[in-house]
């Protein structure tokens, strides 16, 4: 059994930044995702890792903003955050995928976070 527990979210203004981790228990060769969902709307993918970091996937509406890494001695999962907007603003999810290979897909990350609230100021 795997447990996440995310941290670092917050209140900044437009514009600022911000730093998430995704602390990890058990294993380190997952597949690892940030995910989140803003009040009302479905849960979107946000970014994702392969087990040894060499692999990246990002979500149009936040490349070249976030940065998705991983210290797998520390069994730890971080998503940089910068030039953050309003509609960045939303629970942020770390989940863990037993899959090969990185994946958008929600259903395919077997465990999951209790999320971090992200909310970004005009």
């Known amino acids: 059994q795997v447990q996440l527990v995310e941290s670092g979210g917050g209140l900044v203004q437009a514009g600022g930044s911000l730093r998430l981790s995704c602390a990890t228990s058990g294993r380190t060769n997952y597949v690892m995702g940030w995910f989140r969902q803003a009040p009302g709307k479905e849960r979107e993918f946000v970014a994702a890792?392969?087990?040894?970091?060499?692999?990246?996937d990002y979500a149009d509406s936040v490349k070249g903003r976030y940065t998705i890494s991983r210290d797998n001695a520390k069994y730890t999962v971080f998503l940089q955050m910068n030039s953050l907007r309003p509609e960045d603003t939303a629970v942020y999810y770390c989940a863990a995928s037993q899959s090969l290979v990185i994946s958008r897909v929600s259903s395919l990350y077997q465990y999951w976070g209790r999320g971090t609230q992200v909310t970004v100021s005009s």
């Open positions: 890792i392969d087990w040894n970091g060499r692999s990246t």
